[in-house]
C-alpha cells in the first residue's frame, strides 16, 4: 500500500506548475476570460506539446495513453493556475466521449485530431431538468430516412461554442429502463437546424452554452457506437471528468489557502498580524482540514477508476460530494479572511469564488452525490 | 498509487487475523474498544492481563519495538495493518498500552540500559502496567506549566505534588512523571522525566468520576515521596524533550477507528426505525447524513493511509498527521450527534431493548464523544498547531 506519486508523476506536477506559472498568470486568464474563447491559439498550441489535449487517448491515436492518477496530478495544477478555455469540455467530455463510445474508424478520425490541437469537441447531455444521471436525458432522436432526427434542447453544455464537433446524448427509444435507450451522436459544426448560445456565466473562464436541436437530420455514420447503448460509456465519461473535476478543485483550493496565510501573515490589525488571532487561525486550519480530505477521496476516486472499477461509482460520489462543499467552504473562507479587499474584482480571489461556485454544481451537487453515495452504502 | 495490500502486506494482514480468530477469546471483546479502555473492574482486568500474556507469548505485542528489546521490528505499514485487524476483530486495548505505546518507545529512545532491561520485557508480558502522570489541575493544554515539584535529597528525589487525568492510575504499578526540578529556569528547561513506583509511600489515589460514570481517570497526589535517582530518564532538567517524546507516540495513535463500523450500524438501524410514519431510511434528509457520516470516515481513512505513505517513504510529517486526531474526534461528535437524533429516547437508555438491542452502547457513545474532542490536545489547541506549525501563522 502507497498512497503517493511514482518520480513521473512529480516530475508531470513540476513541469506543468512550471508551465502555467509561465504561460498562464491570473493576468492571462482575466484577459482571456472577457473573450469568447477564453483562449488563445498560442497556449492551445502549447498544451498540444506538452500532450496535455491527448493525456488520456491511447498512444496510437496520438494520445499519452496516461491513468486518472496522472490526470489528478495535472488537474490539481490547472486549478491552481484557473486555467481558462475548453481543456475540459474538448479533452475530458467531448474527446474522451468519442474515446469512450466510438467505433474505430471514428476514435480515428477524432482523437488525433483533438490530441494535436487541430479540433476542439465538446459534449451536450445535460438538460433544464437539473438531474445528472440517465432519466434527465428527455431529448429525442428518432429514425428517420435511414438515419436520424434530433429535437429538444441542452443547457448548461460547456464550450459547445468553440466545438467543431458535438457529442450529443439523445433518448433512441424506450427501453426496459432510464438506462437503456440512450443514444451517443456525432454532430458536426454548422449542422442544420442546431443553434449555440453562449451564457453569461458566474465563471468566465469557462463559457456554458444552451445548444437547441431543431429536427436536425444525421444520417447512421452520426451514430456514435451502437444505438440505444449509449449511457454506459456516457456514465464511464462522467465519472472520470468528476474525478478530474474535483482535482482541480483541490489545486485551486491549495492556491487560496496559500494566498490566505500569506495574507495572515502580513495583515496587521490591532497592532498584530491577523494569523495570529484564534478566529483567524482556526478559520484557516479548517481551511486545511477541508482540503486534505477532498484530496485524499479524490486520489482514493482516481485510484478506483484505474484499478479498483467495482468501488469507483462510490469512490467518485464521494470525492464530487465532499469536494463540492469544501471548495465553496475554502473559497468563502479565504474572501472572509482577507477582509474587504477579499470581495474586489482586482483581487485573484473571485477568480477561485466564481470556479468554486461553478465546480459545486457541475455534475451534480454535494447533496446529489450524497444521496448516491448513501444508496450504494445502504445496498 | 496503490491501496490494495503488497502481497507480503497482505500475508501479513491474514497471518493476523487467523491467529485472532483461533486465540481471542469472544467473552472479552469490545464494541468501542477506546471508550472501554480502561477495565471496569479487576476481574476483566485480569482477564485482559491473561490475554496479553497469551499475545506476547505468540510474539503478538510490541511488534513495532526493536527486536532487541522483544519486539519484531515491524515498520509503519505492519503496525497499521495490525491495529486494523484489532480492531475489526473487536479485541480490549491492552492494559499495558501507556507502557506498550507511550512509555517503551520513550525508554527505547532516552533511556539506561538498566532501565530498559527493567522495564521493556514486563511492559510486553503485562507484568508491568503504567500510568501517565502529566497533566495537573493547573497545566492541561498549557503542560509546560507543571509544578509537581522534585527536590534533590541525595540519592533520591523527593517529589511533592499533583496530577490529574491519571488514566488507570487505579491498576498500574508504575508512573511516568513529569516533574519541575529546577523552579528558576524558564519554564520548558526545569522539567524532569522520572519513574515512579506506585506503592511507594506517599503516593495516593483518588477517582474522577466522568459524568458518564466512568471510573478511568484519577487524581495522583505524592507527598514526599522518595525516587531513586536512576529512575530519572534523560537527562536533568531536559525532561520536555522526553515528553515531547511520549507526545509525538500519544498523537501518533489519536483518531480513533471505530468510525466505520459505527456507521455501518446506523445504516442498518435507520432502515428499521421510524421516523414519523415510515422507516427513516425513507427520509432524505436522513440518507443525507448518513452519506455524509459515511463520506467523512472515508476521508479520514485515506488521510491516515497518506500519512503513513509519508513516514514510509521517510518524507517529513506533512499536514496530514495534524489533521487527524482533530477531524476524527470530531466525527466521533458527529456520528453520536446523528445517533442521538436517529435513535430518540433509546438512545438516553443504558439497557438492550428489543427495536436497538444496542442501545446501551448508543447511550454510551451518545454520552462519552466529547471527551475525545478535549483528551490528547483540544480541538482548540490541535487547530493552533495546524495554524502555526503546518501554515506558519503567528502565535497568539
Given at each position: 500500500m502507497d498512497i503517493g506519486f511514482t518520480e513521473e508523476q512529480e516530475l508531470l506536477r513540476d513541469t506543468a506548475r512550471r508551465f502555467f506559472e509561465a504561460e498562464c498568470p491570473t493576468k492571462f486568464v482575466r484577459e482571456r476570460m472577457a473573450t469568447p474563447e477564453a483562449m488563445t491559439d498560442a497556449f492551445w498550441a502549447k498544451l498540444a506539446e506538452q500532450g496535455w489535449l491527448g493525456i488520456v487517448y491511447p498512444e496510437e491515436f496520438g494520445g499519452s495513453g496516461l491513468g486518472m492518477v496522472d490526470v489528478v496530478v495535472l488537474m490539481e495544477e490547472m486549478g491552481r493556475a484557473v486555467m481558462p478555455g475548453p481543456f475540459f469540455a474538448s479533452v475530458l467530455l467531448g474527446g474522451a466521449a468519442i474515446g469512450e463510445a466510438g467505433s474505430p474508424a471514428q476514435r480515428e478520425h477524432w482523437l488525433p485530431r483533438v490530441a494535436a490541437g487541430g479540433a476542439k469537441a465538446a459534449l451536450a447531455w445535460t438538460e433544464p431538468?437539473?438531474?445528472?444521471?440517465?432519466?434527465?436525458?428527455?431529448?429525442?432522436?428518432?429514425?428517420?430516412?435511414?438515419?436520424?432526427?434530433?429535437?429538444?434542447?441542452?443547457?448548461?453544455?460547456?464550450?459547445?461554442?468553440?466545438?467543431?464537433?458535438?457529442?450529443?446524448?439523445?433518448?433512441?427509444?424506450?427501453?426496459?429502463?432510464?438506462?437503456?435507450?440512450?443514444?451517443?451522436?456525432?454532430?458536426?459544426?454548422?449542422?442544420?437546424?442546431?443553434?449555440?448560445?453562449?451564457?453569461?456565466?458566474?465563471?468566465?473562464?469557462?463559457?456554458?452554452?444552451?445548444?437547441?436541436?431543431?429536427?436536425?437530420?444525421?444520417?447512421?455514420?452520426?451514430?456514435?457506437?451502437?444505438?440505444?447503448?449509449?449511457?454506459?460509456?456516457?456514465?464511464?465519461?462522467?465519472?472520470?471528468?468528476?474525478?478530474?473535476?474535483?482535482?482541480?478543485?483541490?489545486?485551486?483550493?491549495?492556491?487560496?489557502?496559500?494566498?490566505?496565510?500569506?495574507?495572515?501573515?502580513?495583515?496587521?490589525?490591532?497592532?498584530?498580524?491577523?494569523?495570529?488571532?484564534?478566529?483567524?487561525?482556526?478559520?484557516?486550519?479548517?481551511?486545511?482540514?477541508?482540503?486534505?480530505?477532498?484530496?485524499?477521496?479524490t486520489y482514493y476516486a482516481a485510484w478506483a477508476l484505474d484499478e479498483a472499477p467495482q468501488e469507483a461509482p462510490l469512490a467518485v460520489s464521494m470525492a464530487k460530494a465532499y469536494a463540492s462543499d469544501a471548495y465553496r467552504k475554502v473559497a468563502g473562507a479565504g474572501i472572509q479572511l482577507h477582509g474587504g479587499i477579499g470581495f474586489t474584482w482586482e483581487h485573484d480571489l473571485q477568480l477561485y469564488f466564481k470556479r468554486a461556485r461553478a465546480s459545486e454544481v457541475a455534475f451534480g451537487d454535494a447533496a446529489w452525490h450524497r444521496e448516491r453515495v448513501a444508496r450504494l452504502v445502504g445496498a | 498509487m496503490d491501496f490494495a495490500d503488497s502481497l507480503e502486506e497482505a500475508a501479513f494482514r491474514a497471518e493476523f487475523r487467523r491467529w485472532l480468530e483461533q486465540n481471542l477469546p469472544p467473552e472479552i471483546c469490545v464494541d468501542d474498544a477506546q471508550d472501554q479502555r480502561v477495565a471496569p473492574d479487576r476481574e476483566t482486568l485480569e482477564q485482559r492481563i491473561a490475554w496479553q500474556r497469551r499475545m506476547n507469548a505468540a510474539g503478538w505485542v510490541g511488534i513495532a519495538w526493536p527486536k532487541e528489546y522483544g519486539g519484531r521490528g515491524a515498520g509503519p505499514m505492519q503496525q497499521a495493518i495490525y491495529n486494523e485487524e484489532y480492531a475489526r476483530a473487536r479485541a480490549p486495548i491492552l492494559p499495558a498500552a501507556s507502557g506498550l505505546n507511550l512509555l517503551g518507545p520513550t525508554l527505547i529512545h532516552w533511556g539506561t540500559d538498566a532501565q530498559k532491561a527493567q522495564h521493556l520485557p514486563r511492559i510486553l508480558n503485562a507484568d508491568e502496567l503504567w500510568c501517565q502522570g502529566f497533566s495537573e489541575p493547573g497545566a492541561g493544554g498549557d503542560l509546560a506549566g507543571l509544578r509537581t515539584r522534585a527536590v534533590d535529597a541525595g540519592e533520591h528525589f523527593i517529589v511533592n505534588g499533583q496530577k490529574v487525568w491519571t488514566s488507570g492510575a487505579h491498576f498500574a504499578d508504575w508512573c511516568f512523571l513529569l516533574v519541575r526540578t529546577d523552579p528558576e529556569a524558564p519554564k520548558h528547561h526545569g522539567i524532569s522525566y522520572l519513574l515512579v513506583d506506585m506503592k511507594?509511600?506517599?503516593?495516593?489515589?483518588?477517582?474522577?468520576?466522568?459524568?458518564?460514570?466512568?471510573?478511568?481517570?484519577?487524581?495522583?497526589?505524592?507527598?514526599?515521596?522518595?525516587?531513586?535517582?536512576?529512575?530519572?530518564?534523560?537527562?536533568?532538567?531536559?525532561?520536555?524533550?522526553?515528553?515531547?517524546?511520549?507526545?509525538?507516540?500519544?498523537?501518533?495513535?489519536?483518531?480513533?477507528?471505530?468510525?466505520?463500523?459505527?456507521?455501518?450500524?446506523?445504516?442498518?438501524?435507520?432502515?428499521?426505525?421510524?421516523s414519523r410514519q415510515e422507516p427513516a431510511w425513507n427520509d432524505s434528509h436522513i440518507r443525507q447524513q448518513l452519506a455524509q457520516l459515511a463520506i467523512d470516515a472515508k476521508a479520514l481513512q485515506v488521510t491516515r493511509l497518506r500519512s503513513l505513505t509519508r513516514r514510509l517513504r521517510g518524507e517529513p510529517p506533512g499536514p496530514e498527521g495534524s489533521i487527524l486526531k482533530l477531524f476524527g474526534s470530531e466525527l466521533a461528535v458527529r456520528i453520536s450527534d446523528f445517533a442521538a437524533t436517529l435513535l430518540g429516547p433509546y438512545a438516553t437508555i443504558e439497557a438492550e431493548t428489543e427495536a436497538v438491542p444496542d442501545a446501551a452502547r448508543w447511550f454510551h457513545r451518545v454520552l462519552g464523544a466529547r471527551q475525545y474532542t478535549i483528551a490528547g490536545g483540544t480541538s482548540e489547541i490541535q487547530r493552533n498547531i495546524i495554524g502555526e506549525r503546518v501554515l506558519g501563522l503567528p502565535k497568539g
Open positions: 431538468n437539473l438531474r445528472w444521471d440517465a432519466a434527465g436525458i428527455m431529448m429525442t432522436a428518432r429514425e428517420a430516412g435511414g438515419g436520424f432526427r434530433l429535437s429538444g434542447s441542452k443547457l448548461f453544455v460547456p464550450d459547445a461554442h468553440l466545438a467543431d464537433v458535438l457529442v450529443v446524448a439523445a433518448r433512441t427509444r424506450d427501453g426496459a429502463s432510464l438506462e437503456d435507450g440512450v443514444s451517443l451522436f456525432l454532430v458536426p459544426k454548422g449542422a442544420g437546424g442546431v443553434s449555440v448560445s453562449v451564457l453569461p456565466t458566474i465563471d468566465e473562464t469557462r463559457k456554458l452554452c444552451e445548444v437547441r436541436f431543431e429536427d436536425v437530420a444525421l444520417g447512421r455514420e452520426a451514430l456514435l457506437g451502437e444505438a440505444h447503448q449509449g449511457w454506459a460509456p456516457l456514465a464511464r465519461v462522467l465519472d472520470r471528468a468528476i474525478v478530474a473535476l474535483c482535482a482541480e478543485m483541490c489545486g485551486g483550493a491549495q492556491r487560496v489557502l496559500d494566498m490566505t496565510a500569506e495574507y495572515a501573515k502580513i495583515r496587521i490589525a490591532f497592532g498584530k498580524p491577523i494569523g495570529s488571532y484564534q478566529g483567524v487561525k482556526h478559520k484557516a486550519a479548517d481551511m486545511l482540514v477541508d482540503l486534505e480530505n477532498a484530496r485524499s477521496l | 511507594t509511600p506517599g503516593v495516593e489515589v483518588r477517582p474522577l468520576v466522568l459524568l458518564n460514570g466512568h471510573r478511568h481517570f484519577n487524581e495522583v497526589f505524592f507527598t514526599d515521596v522518595a525516587v531513586p535517582k536512576e529512575n530519572l530518564v534523560g537527562p536533568l532538567n531536559q525532561g520536555w524533550k522526553v515528553a515531547i517524546t511520549t507526545l509525538m507516540f500519544e498523537r501518533s495513535g489519536a483518531g480513533g477507528r471505530d468510525h466505520a463500523l459505527q456507521i455501518a450500524r446506523l445504516f442498518e438501524l435507520a432502515k428499521q426505525l421510524p
